[in-house]
């Protein structure tokens, strides 16, 4: 009875797909090119936006294309057609072509995943799930394509090996069992035969990418953390099993315990010295916290630890201190402004958001404090 009362939506979406075939093609960034490109962790969201938006303007050339999300941010394209060769060279069509699109307006790479083909709209979950599958097989291979369900016995065994690893990581993660987490990831990394260490970081990936999901949910530092170690290394990938063990029990500690502090050239307070002068010149500006920690080239993870045990308060706190401060010299050597100019000059764009934060800075409000400061 649910499935017969769905038949009506299906009509009104137009979505041809009861008396014809389709599949679901599934299409990612490859985040170790975005780790390449010095891209942040808290951007791929960005990316993955414009990705969406460019299958979708892509798509709607072809009446018989009709693009999704999943729940893992991933974009699915329904793909419809007359025969099973008709849709396959539409997928790939399509592919091709967002392909290119990406490459040429960010020079980011996507690699795809084709599911089964179905004749039957309510067992499209059993093609998107194969093609996600599918295209799991970019981690054993060096350049981006549109990958289908491969047979070969090296291929099958290589994702078993994959489930396998993410499986008993997922369990070293609950349970904060270091040596359990590193000896998944070398049996895996001994068993990947004919591959570079490149292949055992999109593994790392690949971790930061699923982990989130579900019970394993971590905060956003904490997989910030993760992503830049995987940056680094990857920029100077590691070259012996040691290395490897290495990168990811610093991975480890990230996902655990939100990561140890990098190292970097400079001692915590001259990078705290440094935050505190650059608010000082552009408190004015939008400032974030992610905008500073690039600003220092370090993670915004370590920038609010550092800050926090430097200065006994948040670097938001600093900040608005800093431009209350600021507000009441203007207010009071200026008392031609207006409170709005006031508040524009000193970062905010809401007049009643900084009269409030004013007011409970200094027990009353900007208009009055101005008021009191008037020459006699």
């Avoid at 299906?10 to 797909?17: E, G, N, Q, S, T």
């Avoid at 999704?68 to 849709?87: A, M, P, R, W, Y």
Wanted: with cysteine; net charge negative.
């Amino acid at each position: 009875m649910e499935i017969k009362a769905l038949y009506p939506l299906i009509f009104r979406l137009k979505v041809p797909l009861i008396e014809t075939e389709g599949l679901i093609l599934v299409l990612d960034l490859d985040e170790d090119k975005l780790a390449k490109k010095g891209i942040p962790y808290s951007d791929i969201p960005i990316f993955r936006f414009i990705l969406n938006q460019m299958v979708d303007e892509l798509s709607q050339e072809n009446e018989s294309e009709f693009v999704f999300l999943d729940t893992d941010q991933n974009t699915c394209v329904l793909v419809t057609g007359e025969n099973k060769n008709d849709i396959e060279v539409k997928s790939r069509s399509l592919y091709d072509k967002v392909s290119a699109a990406m490459l040429s307006s960010t020079g980011i790479t996507v690699s795809g995943g084709l599911g089964t083909f179905e004749s039957e709209l309510f067992h499209l979950q059993g093609s998107h799930a194969t093609a996600v599958r599918n295209l799991n097989h970019r981690l054993f291979s060096e350049e981006p394509a549109l990958f289908r369900y491969w047979n070969e016995e090296l291929q099958l065994q290589r994702l078993a090996l994959l489930d396998q690893t993410f499986t008993s990581i997922q369990f070293a993660i609950m349970d904060q069992n270091e040596v359990a987490f590193l000896m998944a990831v070398k049996h895996y990394y001994e068993h990947i035969k004919d591959l570079s260490a490149l292949h055992i970081m999109k593994l790392g990936f690949y971790l930061v990418r699923n982990l989130p999901s579900g019970s394993l949910e971590r905060k956003s530092e904490f997989l910030d953390n993760a992503y830049y170690h995987l940056q680094l290394a990857y920029r100077n990938p590691p070259e012996s099993t040691e290395a490897i063990i290495a990168l990811f029990r610093e991975m480890f500690n990230c996902l655990t315990k939100g990561g140890r502090e990098e190292p970097v050239p400079e001692n915590e307070q001259d990078i705290v010295s440094r935050v505190k002068a650059y608010i000082y010149s552009h408190y004015a500006e939008p400032l974030s916290l992610a905008l500073l920690a690039e600003k220092m080239g370090i993670t915004p993870g370590y920038l609010s630890n550092i800050f926090h045990r430097t200065m006994q308060e948040s670097y938001i706190k600093f900040l608005t201190r800093v431009r209350m401060e600021q507000a009441a010299k203007l207010l009071k050597m200026h008392p031609p402004l207006k409170v709005y100019d006031v508040s524009e000059r000193v970062g905010y764009v809401s007049v009643k958001h900084f009269s409030h934060v004013f007011k409970q800075f200094y027990n009353t409000p900007p208009g009055e404090y101005q008021e009191k400061h008037i020459p006699s």
